[in-house]
């Protein structure tokens, strides 16, 4: 059982440049999660997905987009990237309330080690 | 989902009890009081949560004030593995999205 893990782990790009972040979950959650964080700031919610085929934005959507083509992957794609998207991305998953409601298991994010992209 | 105050910074000797407090007067009925931790470079873990009992696991202990407008968490012998930024949340448990908000969270510093 891996929980979350994270493709690449450390990235450089130059600007303009396009890349993909890969997350994966071997839990069956229902609910994924992608957030950055900046030095010294909590993590901010970039997009979300509260199942296959279903994404929505979060608080910092601009120059992100994402897809979940299946339950267990979420992608966070760079179309085009900017210094100002240097950051630590992290994917998260959890339980949907249905899911956690049949078993009774908690609400709690599980998160990925993260992904450092710098862009120059 | 409600607003949480925490302090920026709290120093700990190790093997003492490190109580970290969190501000959230405006909680909802409905809504628990989650915490989670984030060690240095690493994705932030989940710790405890509770909506009005005090709550324990292995971790840690949750204490939630009367009127749920105040808790403090407890990690009653702590250790230098314990210096992490810890995040108070509010939020419903059975909330359709499951979003969490981070605030700034409160840099706990375990000193030998």
């Known amino acids: 059982n891996a929980g979350v893990t994270q493709t690449p782990k450390f990235r450089v790009l130059k600007t303009g440049q396009s890349m993909t972040l890969l997350c994966a979950q071997d839990m069956n959650h229902e609910y994924m999660y992608w957030y950055r964080q900046d030095p010294g700031m909590g993590l901010r919610l970039i997009h979300y997905s509260v199942g296959e085929g279903t994404t929505a934005k979060g608080e910092v959507p601009d120059g992100y987009n994402v897809s979940r083509l299946k339950k267990q992957n979420f992608l966070l794609g760079l179309e085009s990237a900017a210094p100002s998207q240097t950051s630590v991305y992290f994917c998260?998953?959890?339980?949907?309330?249905?899911?956690?409601?049949?078993?009774?298991?908690?609400?709690?994010?599980?998160f990925g080690p993260g992904t450092r992209l710098t862009v120059l | 989902d409600a607003k949480t105050t925490q302090p920026t910074s709290m120093d700990c000797a190790e093997g003492r009890a490190a109580n970290l407090p969190c501000n959230h007067s405006t909680i909802s009925g409905n809504e628990y009081v989650y915490w989670y931790r984030q060690i240095h470079s690493q994705g932030p873990q989940y710790i405890i949560h509770g909506l009005k009992n005090n709550e324990t696991n292995e971790m840690a202990s949750l204490i939630i004030t009367e009127d749920r407008k105040s808790s403090t968490l407890i990690l009653p012998h702590a250790t230098l593995r314990d210096t992490a930024v810890y995040y108070c949340?509010?939020?419903?448990?059975?909330?359709?999205?499951?979003?969490?908000?981070f605030g700034q969270g409160t840099t706990l510093q375990v000193k030998p």
């Open positions: 949340i509010v939020r419903v448990w059975s909330s359709n999205t499951g979003k969490l908000i």
């Open positions: 998260a998953s959890s339980y949907s309330p249905l899911q956690r409601l049949a078993g009774g298991q908690y609400n709690e994010q599980f």
